[in-house]
Nanobody
Framework: QVQLAESGGGLVQPGGSLRLSCEGS???????????MAWYRQSSGKERELVAD???????NYGAAVKGRFTISRDNAKNAAYLQMNSLRPEDTAVYYC?????????????????WGQGAQVTVSS
């Protein structure tokens, strides 16, 4: 009924940039509202870690490893979030996951929950 779709991953050289996108969608006839949206990442052999999050009002929070290099933004009208990644390093290589807290309004009632995207591979290598 509700899903997050990510796009924009790929291979980039150290020092390069990539932009990830994440858009939420729901079944026709219902209304989706995304509250706090976030990007997490998980590299091989490591636990999933928070990269950045953003509230519906636009307040942001960043993990220490990416502060000053990555920028999270959102478009509430599109139920979308973006992650602009600059000055990429090999240690940024990971699968990046979009996450969102949501409310779904339908004729049958209101549902709240948390969504995860399918993940986007980002590889930083020369």
């Amino acid at each position: 009924q509700v899903q997050l779709a990510e796009s924009g991953g790929g291979l980039v050289q150290p020092g390069g940039s990539l932009r990830l996108s994440c858009e939420g969608s729901a079944v026709f006839g219902s209304t989706l509202r995304l509250n706090t949206m976030a990007w997490y990442r998980q590299s091989s052999g490591k636990e999933r870690e928070l990269v950045a999050d953003i509230t519906s009002e636009g307040n942001t929070n960043y993990g220490a490893a990416v502060k000053g290099r990555f920028t999270i933004s959102r478009d509430n009208a599109k139920n979308a979030a973006y992650l602009q990644m600059n000055s990429l390093r090999p240690e940024d290589t990971a699968v990046y996951y979009c996450n969102a807290d949501y409310l779904l309004f339908a004729d049958s009632g209101t549902v709240a929950g948390r969504l995860w995207g399918q993940g986007a591979q980002v590889t930083v290598s020369s």
